[in-house]
């Protein structure tokens, strides 16, 4: 078989930014899951995944971000709203299809930007990081509404609906 660990990576993060705007676009963003609005958990994640998946030197950032904004610990005075949780998805989605094309197996094995991991590593990182998130907020979704989000496992998924 001559299948490249590119392709399936690619595959499964258009799944994983498909399941990123589902959450999104599903959660009640003002509903406080362990002390911290739903908006924060997909903010944050959706901001390391910005900075970490491609690279620090890839990182795009949100025109609204301000200092500790990403950090679940520290509260904010600021709100984001689904338009633009949805508006940063956008860019990081369309930043992350370009790193993707542009990724080639060797890649995978190289240390970046004095970083200690390998790119594979952080690839696979994120992908842990952002479903961790994805999945509680989800589950704030079922708990509110007793409805299942639907979760794309391929690139072929995502023209699914909201919820199965």
């Given at each position: 078989m001559n299948?490249?660990?590119?392709?399936?990576?690619?595959?499964?993060?258009?799944?994983?930014?498909?399941?990123f705007e589902?959450?999104?676009?599903?959660?009640?963003?003002?509903?406080?899951?362990?002390?911290?609005?739903?908006?924060?958990?997909?903010?944050?994640?959706?901001?390391?995944?910005?900075?970490?998946?491609?690279?620090?030197?890839?990182?795009?950032?949100?025109?609204?971000?301000?200092?500790?904004?990403?950090?679940?610990?520290?509260?904010?005075?600021?709100?984001?709203?689904?338009?633009?949780?949805?508006?940063?998805?956008?860019?990081?989605?369309?930043?992350?299809?370009?790193?993707?094309?542009?990724?080639?197996?060797?890649?995978?094995?190289?240390?970046?930007?004095?970083?200690?991991?390998?790119r594979m590593?952080?690839?696979?990182?994120?992908?842990?990081?952002?479903?961790?998130?994805?999945?509680?907020?989800?589950?704030?979704?079922?708990?509110?509404?007793?409805?299942?989000?639907?979760?794309?496992?391929?690139?072929?998924?995502?023209?699914?609906?909201?919820?199965?």
């Amino acid at each position: 078989m001559n299948m490249k660990l590119v392709d399936v990576i690619s595959d499964r993060t258009l799944a994983l930014l498909n399941n990123f705007e589902r959450a999104i676009l599903t959660a009640n963003l003002e509903y406080i899951l362990y002390g911290v609005p739903v908006w924060k958990h997909i903010y944050h994640a959706l901001y390391w995944f910005d900075y970490w998946f491609a690279g620090p030197d890839k990182f795009c950032g949100a025109e609204f971000h301000e200092e500790g904004l990403q950090s679940l610990d520290i509260p904010s005075d600021k709100t984001l709203s689904k338009e633009q949780l949805l508006a940063y998805h956008k860019a990081v989605s369309e930043k992350t299809k370009d790193f993707l094309a542009g990724l080639i197996d060797d890649m995978l094995y190289e240390k970046t930007e004095n970083q200690e991991d390998i790119r594979m590593q952080r690839i696979l990182g994120q992908f842990c990081h952002v479903y961790n998130h994805i999945g509680i907020v989800h589950g704030s979704t079922i708990i509110e509404t007793g409805k299942w989000p639907y979760i794309a496992a391929h690139a072929r998924d995502i023209t699914k609906g909201l919820f199965y």
